[in-house]
Structures are given as structure tokens and as C-alpha cells.
């Protein structure tokens, strides 16, 4: 099984910034323009890494490693996270718990990187993320306690192996809750419409661009790229759960798990270009509605 | 009403003789202005002239409600007077102006600052530093101070905004402008001149026609021109298809504000379709060079006259279905709705015109309350929503937008015979010229004071936003912060327009 954690560890580190193409290119096809090219994300981190980083005299050693950081935290979370029924390259029990405190570590580096600047602007995207996202995580730990009964694991590795066609016809009602509540986190926690506007240039509206506003260069990269890695961790949790692909050849279940993502890609573009952004307030009202589809697929599961 | 003893009634579009205006004391005109905006009225204009001799004089244009006539009336200032904004809210904006440009100080004014930082107010070499001044704060826990501009993230023009929040909510919003104030008023002093309507056609850029127009019927109606009616009716048309293309593009960005895609992207590509309608009369998509005094510059033929017919019809449907998305898309109301709210009694304080006013229910339109030029044969329905918010500021778009491409064919389908153009003589010496235009923004206002020689002694502009860039600061009231692209997109004002 060498190939196995191979897959679920170089298919994100390679395929993550495409699927931001993917959704690019979906908004410019229901928008009736050409887009920009499906590698653009490539081109842009590559251009980034070949920049020098500009700093604030005010910022301070939180500001410069703050990306470095994020990143990391982001690279270990992609190592324990399984993909199309392989196994992750480090599995354990209670992986899933550090899973959702990597993400928490990688938000608070960016936050306390963008309350460094002592921007005004910045100082708002913070308070606006750590808002939000102390809505998301209960819905998205909740969400992981429900297939963790379900599958009797607290290994994301396990869970993600024993996840098949058959868990859906034992308990689809509580399965499909958490999909739905892991979709709306998704969404969220990667700054996409209704939360956030990622393609915005208006900073009083923005949530998690406007934090990184002082970044340039390489730390930019970082936080793009481990911006890329989030989309497709939190991507595979989904598709993990919808495609629930277990075949007995290995190379199937992951090629059907990849064109999973896309498709969720895909489904974030027409979301995208269907509907419009949330008023601030409102977004509460969401996330605490995906916390509770999360409890009750608890509930469910327990019955 | 009783002010006709005190004020002259003018037409729009009417020269009076200097001395036929009233002249008051500064208390009686004060009266005058306060007891005609409690009867209903507006200040359409309210400046500092300095004539020949060295006393300035104010000189105040107000409306009189519904009745289709304007008052004018001026009095001689010295170095002081009661502020009229202590008791008018509307005159604040004006009061700035006349104590930046003529040192007259309004006693009690509320906050009496620059507007565009210009000497002799602001001193040093070429005025004071823009936007370093006085702003109105809020102290205490958790409240906190928002600077955004001038220098923006989109490509706009300049300008300064203060925030005082609480969180996420604004307790109150601060609009500092004079970035780009180039010095017009000051430079047609003495004209007209060959750059004159050059000026007019770039007071804002988006409003040529709207501009070059009233300023036409001004010369016009001192030099006592009769303007041919095939030539009215192409600057009406034009006036229509520049609203067209700025209403079209508003929409658009309304919805790329929100993030709603479909009408964002589509609302572009149309409001050129409208801006090509322009071009393919006059060979510029804003216009420029199509409205000339004594008529328009350029005459539309049989074939054009089809071609335009026909786009007009396409790029109609297509900005029929593309707006439509927004009222049926049920996300897009939830956001516009309720976000940005002007009372409608603040909004008759305030005096906001334009779309801006007629969104909060208030029936004020100048194509049918002070007709001019082809609007005075033709009318067009005004739009009217009353809830105030962003969505009734779109809304109202959308209404005229309908209203406009109505008109459009209905006069294009109709065009007198005739000459476009006539010559316009020398200007009436000393008098006194009120023109008003319902540019897409709003009431645009011009009025020129000629001397003894004809030329101008003093000219006023008024765009549309120097009336409304307050009703933007009090629509932020009790808002979210996140809102104000959005509020600022839906008012849609012009900096140039009000720096002049």
C-alpha cells in the first residue's frame, strides 16, 4: 500500500490551486466571457515566489511568520487528510481533532498577522473571521463527531475507509446532514459567496482578503497557496462522503474522488454565479444553521 | 406663498434684467430662503457673487413648490451673516461653498469647513492641504475610527471618507472631497469663449450631455435663440441615451458590488451598447461635441435613424432580462433591501434630487417640473419607489430605464424636419439666466450672470451631487460598514461634478 498515502498527499500538494482555476472558469462560462487560464493560480504563485516581500516599518516578527506558518499547518493537515478511500500518509486515533486545530492554528496566524499591521481595514476582516469562524468550527467538529459514530473511528483515515455506498443506505438522512453542513463550512471557511466575495475590490466589504492586504511576495504565495490547500482538505470531506467510491482497485476510487472535486469546484462556481453575497448579519444566521444540521446528524446517528 | 414680493419668478430657461431681481437685505433674504423651503420649496442654488463693485451679494435660486416657476433673489452681505443651515440643513453645503469662495462667514453655521480647499479660505500655494481639516468624532470604549481614500482600490475617482463605528455599525460618516477641483467656475468667467463648451462637456464626464445641455439653454436664452425643434429633440435623445448607458451601468455595478454575477457582467457590455448609440450620432460615446449652442452639432439621417431604432430595441431586451435577474433572484432583494435608508423627511431636509430623492417617494423630476427643450412637448412619466433603500434606488433605475427607451423611440419615430442648428447673437448685457436639466444623476443647475459687455460676470454650476453627497452620509446612519460600497454605488455620485 505505498502508493496509497502517495495519492492522498501529492494529489493536493499538485491538484489544489486548479481547482481554483476550475471555479474561475465556471463564473466566466455562465458570465459569458473566455476566463482566465485554468493554470492562472500556477502562474500567480509562481510570479509571487520570484518577488521580493515589502514590509510595514510597523509590522513586527508576528507579521513575517504568520504565512510561514499558516502554510505549515496546512501542509501536516493535508498529511493526515485520506482521499478516494486511501488511506492519509500519518493516521492515528483523535486525528480528526488536531485536523480542525491545525486550521484553527493556520486562521489565528493570519489573524494575529493582520491585527499586527494596526490597519484599520484589517483589524475589521480579523474580527469578521474570528466571528464567523467560531460559528464554523462547531458545525464542522460536529459534523466529524457524526461520522466518527457512524464508522466507529476517531481516525480520519478509518472513517474516510469505511464511508461506502452501503453506510448511505444504512443511514442517508444523517449523511446527507452533515454533506450539507460540511458544504455550507466549506464555503465559509474558504471566503466564497454568500460569505465572503473573493473577486471583491472593495476592502470595507471583504472578510479573509482584506487581512492579507499588507502581504506581498513569497508570503503572499504561502497564504494563496496554503489558501488552495484549505479549499481542497475541507473539498475532500465532502466528496469523501458523496462519492463514497470503494472498489477493490485502488487507482478508480481516487480518479472517481478527483473528479469529485471538480465537480464540487464546479458546484462552488454555479453557486457563485447564481446568487449574491450575504449581508454580514445575515451570515450568523447560516452557520449556525449548518452547526445545526451537524447536531442533528448527531442525533441521528446516536438514535 | 408669499415670497413673490421679496423674489423675482423665473422660468427655467429664462434671462431677467439684474435689476428686475429683488434686491433684499441679508435678513429678508434669509427669511425669504427659510420661508420658502418650510412652504415646500428647494434651494436650487445659493451663491456669493462679487459684481464690479467690491460688495458680494447673495444670490439665492429656490423653487417654488409644483408651481413650475423658480424665485430669485439676492442681497447685499458684509463680512458676516446668520447662517440660513442653522435652521436648513439643505444651505449647509452652499454656506461652505460661499465662505471658501468669497470669506463671507455664515455666523452658527453647524460645521463650517472647506469643501474643496481652495485659497483664499485655505492658504498656502494653491489652497491648503485636501482633506486635512476637522472631522466630527465619536469617543469611547469600542468605538473606533475608519479612514478610507483617497486613494481607492477600484479605479474611482478621489475622495475621503471618515467613519465613526461601533463594530460593525456607523454611528456616523464624514465626506471630505476637493480632490479634484480644477478652478471651472473661475475660468468662464468672461466667456463664453471657444473652450467653453469644452468645459461644460467635462464638468463630469459621465454627464456631457447633461452639462453642455443647460449650459446651451442658457446662452440660448440670453442671447434670446430659438432653437430649432429636430435639434431639441436630438438633445433630448441624447439626454435619454446618456441616462440609458449611466442607469445600465449602475445596475451593473449594484450587482458586482453584491457579488451577483450574471447581471454584473452583462450590465456592462450593455451600457456600451448604449454608449455606441451616442457614438454612431455624434462619433463619441459620451457625447462630446453633439450639443452646441443654437442646436446639436450633428444630424442623425434616415439610415442611422434605423440602425438606432434597431439597437435600441436589441440592447433593451437584453437589459430587460439581465436586470430582471435581479428582482427574481431571491438573495439580491434580501441584500438591497432595508441597507441604506433615507427617510423621506430627511430627504425633502436635505433637498436630494434625482433618483436619489424620487427613491424616497418624492415626486421631484425638473423634465416635468420645469420643462425644457423637448420636454416641454413631450413628457416622460416620473419614477417614483418609497422605501428609501438601495433596492428603491435601483428600482427607480430600472423604471426610468423603461420610461427613457419609450421616449427614445417615440421621438425618434417622430422627427421634425428641419435645421438643426441656428446661430446664436451676443449674449443680453446685465442679466440674469437660471437653465435646469434633468441630467441621470439629478437636477443639474447653471446659472449665468452677465455684465455690462455680455459676458459672463459670474457663472454657477450646480451638479446633482452637490445636493446628494449628504443624503450618502446619512443613509450610512446606523449601517453596517460592510454596506457603504454598496450605498456609495447606489447614490452614484460625482466627485468632479462636485469639486468643479
Same mark, same amino acid.
Given at each position: ?20 482555476? &476550475? ?42 511568520? /504568520? ?8 501542509? &501536516? ?47 475589521? *476582516? ?7 469562524? %467560531? ?21 480520519? $483515515? ?101 473528479? /469529485?472535486?471538480?465537480?464540487? %469546484? ?6 457563485? $454565479? $447564481? ?29 | ?122 492658504? *498656502? ?5 485636501? +482633506? ?56 468662464? &468667467? ?162 436630494? &434630487? ?63 424636419? *428641419? ?22 444623476? +439629478?437636477?443639474?443647475?447653471?446659472? *449665468? ?52
Amino acid at each position: 500500500m505505498i502508493r496509497a498515502p502517495l495519492a492522498s498527499l501529492c494529489l493536493p500538494l499538485v491538484l489544489a490551486p486548479l481547482l481554483l482555476g &476550475v471555479i474561475n472558469r465556471t463564473k466566466a462560462i455562465v458570465a459569458g466571457r473566455k476566463g482566465q487560464p485554468l493554470l492562472q493560480a500556477y502562474f500567480d504563485l509562481w510570479k509571487l515566489l520570484q518577488k521580493g516581500a515589502v514590509y510595514s516599518r510597523s509590522t513586527t516578527w508576528v507579521f513575517y511568520t /504568520g504565512p510561514a506558518i499558516g502554510l505549515a499547518a496546512l501542509l &501536516v493537515a493535508t498529511a493526515i487528510m485520506p482521499f478516494g478511500g486511501a488511506a492519509a500518509a500519518v493516521a492515528f486515533p483523535g486525528d480528526l481533532i488536531l485536523l480542525a486545530y491545525l486550521l484553527g492554528l493556520a486562521r489565528f496566524l493570519t489573524v494575529v498577522a493582520a491585527l499586527d499591521t494596526a490597519s484599520s481595514f484589517e483589524g475589521m *476582516g480579523a474580527s469578521r473571521e474570528v466571528t464567523f469562524s %467560531a460559528l464554523a468550527e462547531p458545525a464542522l467538529l460536529l459534523a466529524l463527531a457524526a461520522l466518527a459514530l457512524q464508522t466507529g473511528s476517531l481516525s480520519l $483515515s478509518t472513517i474516510y475507509t469505511r464511508i461506502g455506498v452501503g453506510s448511505w443506505g444504512a443511514t442517508a438522512p444523517a449523511l446527507a446532514l452533515v454533506a450539507g453542513a460540511l458544504l455550507l463550512v466549506f464555503l465559509t471557511e474558504n471566503a466564497r459567496i454568500p460569505v465572503d466575495d473573493p473577486t471583491t475590490h472593495l476592502e470595507l466589504t471583504m472578510i479573509h482578503e482584506v487581512m492579507v492586504l499588507d502581504h506581498s511576495g513569497p508570503d503572499l504565495a504561502f497564504i494563496q497557496y496554503a489558501g488552495a490547500l484549505k479549499l481542497w482538505l475541507l473539498g475532500s470531506l465532502i466528496v469523501g462522503l458523496v462519492v463514497p467510491l470503494r472498489s477493490t482497485t485502488a487507482w478508480i476510487d481516487v480518479a472517481a474522488a478527483t473528479a /469529485g472535486m471538480f465537480a464540487l %469546484a464546479t458546484l462552488t462556481g454555479l453557486i457563485e $454565479s $447564481s446568487m449574491a453575497r450575504w449581508r454580514l448579519l445575515r451570515v450568523p444566521q447560516l452557520l449556525v444553521g449548518a452547526g445545526l444540521m451537524s447536531a442533528l446528524a448527531l442525533v441521528l446517528m446516536l438514535r | 406663498m408669499t415670497t413673490s414680493a421679496t423674489t423675482r419668478p423665473v422660468r427655467n430657461g429664462e434671462a431677467v434684467p439684474l435689476q428686475a431681481i429683488p434686491q433684499l437685505n441679508i435678513a429678508e433674504l434669509r427669511a425669504t430662503v427659510l420661508q420658502a423651503v418650510a412652504a415646500g420649496g428647494r434651494i436650487v442654488a445659493l451663491f456669493a457673487h462679487r459684481g464690479d463693485s467690491d460688495a458680494v451679494r447673495l444670490v439665492a435660486i429656490l423653487t417654488e413648490d409644483a408651481s413650475g416657476t423658480l424665485a430669485v433673489c439676492s442681497a447685499e452681505v458684509g463680512d458676516s451673516y446668520a447662517a440660513i443651515s442653522q435652521e436648513c440643513p439643505q444651505a449647509a453645503w452652499f454656506e461652505r461653498e460661499i465662505a471658501e469662495q468669497s470669506g463671507v462667514h455664515p455666523n452658527g453655521h453647524p460645521w463650517l469647513k472647506p469643501i474643496r480647499f481652495h485659497a483664499p479660505w485655505c492658504k *498656502g500655494d494653491g489652497g491648503g492641504t485636501i +482633506g486635512v481639516t476637522d472631522f466630527f468624532t465619536v469617543r469611547g470604549a469600542e468605538v473606533h475610527e475608519v479612514a478610507v481614500g483617497p486613494v481607492h482600490a477600484g479605479i474611482i475617482e478621489p475622495g475621503h471618507f471618515r467613519f465613526q463605528c461601533h463594530g460593525e455599525r456607523v454611528l456616523h460618516l464624514e465626506i471630505s472631497l476637493g480632490y479634484q477641483h480644477r478652478g471651472v467656475e473661475r475660468a468662464l &468667467v468672461g466667456g463664453p469663449g471657444k473652450r467653453t463648451i469644452h468645459y461644460m462637456e467635462t464638468l463630469a464626464g459621465d454627464t456631457s450631455i447633461g452639462h453642455a445641455t443647460a449650459y446651451c439653454g442658457a446662452v440660448e436664452a440670453l442671447a434670446g435663440c430659438r432653437v430649432a425643434p429636430r435639434a431639441q429633440q436630438l438633445r433630448g435623445i441624447a439626454l435619454e441615451l446618456e441616462r440609458l448607458a449611466n442607469h445600465t451601468g449602475d445596475l451593473g455595478a449594484l450587482a458586482g458590488d453584491i457579488g451577483y454575477l450574471p447581471t454584473a457582467a452583462y450590465c456592462g457590455r450593455l451600457r456600451g451598447d448604449f454608449l455606441n448609440m451616442t457614438a454612431l450620432v455624434c462619433g463619441s460615446r459620451f457625447g462630446r461635441g453633439l450639443v452646441r449652442p443654437g442646436g446639436v452639432g450633428f444630424d442623425v439621417d434616415t439610415n442611422r435613424r434605423a440602425t438606432l431604432l434597431k439597437s435600441l430595441d436589441g440592447a433593451f431586451a437584453d437589459v430587460s432580462s439581465a436586470v430582471n435577474l435581479l428582482w427574481e433572484t431571491p438573495s439580491v432583494p434580501a441584500r438591497f433591501e432595508q441597507t441604506g435608508v433615507v427617510s423621506r423627511a430627511d430627504c425633502a431636509a436635505l433637498g436630494l &434630487v434625482g433618483p436619489a430623492a424620487r427613491a424616497c417617494g418624492i415626486d421631484r423630476d425638473v423634465r416635468r417640473e420645469f420643462p425644457f427643450g423637448i420636454f416641454r412637448f413631450a413628457q416622460i412619466p416620473v419614477s417614483t419607489w418609497h422605501s428609501g433603500d438601495v433596492f428603491a434606488r435601483a428600482y427607480v433605475r430600472w423604471l426610468e430605464i423603461q420610461r427613457s427607451v419609450a421616449f427614445v423611440r417615440e421621438q425618434l419615430s417622430a422627427l421634425h424636419e *428641419g435645421t438643426t442648428r441656428v446661430d446664436v447673437g451676443p449674449l443680453a448685457a446685465n442679466a440674469l439666466v437660471v437653465s435646469l436639466v434633468e441630467g441621470w444623476r +439629478g437636477e443639474i443647475c447653471h446659472v *449665468g450672470l452677465t455684465n455690462d459687455r455680455g459676458c459672463f460676470s459670474h457663472y454657477k454650476v450646480v451638479d446633482p451631487s452637490f445636493h446628494n453627497w449628504m443624503g450618502l452620509a446619512i443613509a450610512l446612519r446606523d449601517q453596517q460598514v460592510s454596506d457603504f460600497p454598496l450605498c456609495n454605488k447606489s447614490f452614484n455620485l460625482s466627485y468632479c461634478g462636485h469639486d468643479l
